[in-house]
């Protein structure tokens, strides 16, 4: 079977663009879902959330719950009666915005006192340009043009090989 090179291209091409459009979805506490006593403060570190990632909460429904709050209510474990609960089970949040995010979990006590406690930053894909200084905006360009290099080299190579 003969590949022509322009398919080889094209479909690395599709790839490349598939990789940098793609978002990443987080499973929280990994294979430990959101439970009672897990250490999220340690799960957080060394990720990087951008805006257009998931968060996907996995528990037991019924068991608990998530709560959108802010940084004071985090501190202080507070739910307001006017917070909607997210009670699935597997509750799926889409970051939408950069910027701190803070989620509990509403049941009990399970953030005072069991750690149900969850605060990520999310970052903008990429640094805004600013117009007035159109030459430094170059080096926002450089890692996204990295990522389409190793993908595109990634996906030339499944095929080669
Ligand atoms: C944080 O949320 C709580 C509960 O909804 C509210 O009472 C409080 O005013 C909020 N604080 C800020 C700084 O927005
Ligand atoms: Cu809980």
């Keep these: 079977m003969v590949i022509s090179r322009t398919n080889i291209i094209f479909i690395a091409t599709l790839v490349a663009l598939a990789t940098l459009i793609s978002a990443t979805e987080y499973t929280v506490g990994d294979e430990n879902g959101w439970t ?3 250490d999220y403060q340690t799960w957080v570190q060394g990720k990087h959330f951008f805006v257009g990632d998931k968060l996907v909460f996995n528990y037991p429904s019924g068991k608990h719950n998530v709560l959108r709050v802010n940084g004071t209510s985090f501190q202080q474990c507070i739910m307001s009666s006017s917070n909607e609960a997210l009670t699935s089970g597997n509750d799926v949040i889409t970051l939408l915005s950069p910027g701190r995010k803070w989620y509990i979990c509403g049941v ?3 953030c005072e006192l069991r750690n149900m406690k969850l605060v990520i930053n999310v970052e903008s894909m990429s640094p805004a340009p600013s117009p007035s200084t159109s030459s430094g905006s170059s080096n ?5 043009t990295y990522g389409f290099l190793v993908a595109f080299i990634g996906s030339l190579l499944m095929f080669l090989v």
């Design 140 to 144: 926002s360009v450089i890692p996204k």
């Design 108 to 110: 009990g006590k399970h």
């Design 36 to 38: 009672l006593d897990f």
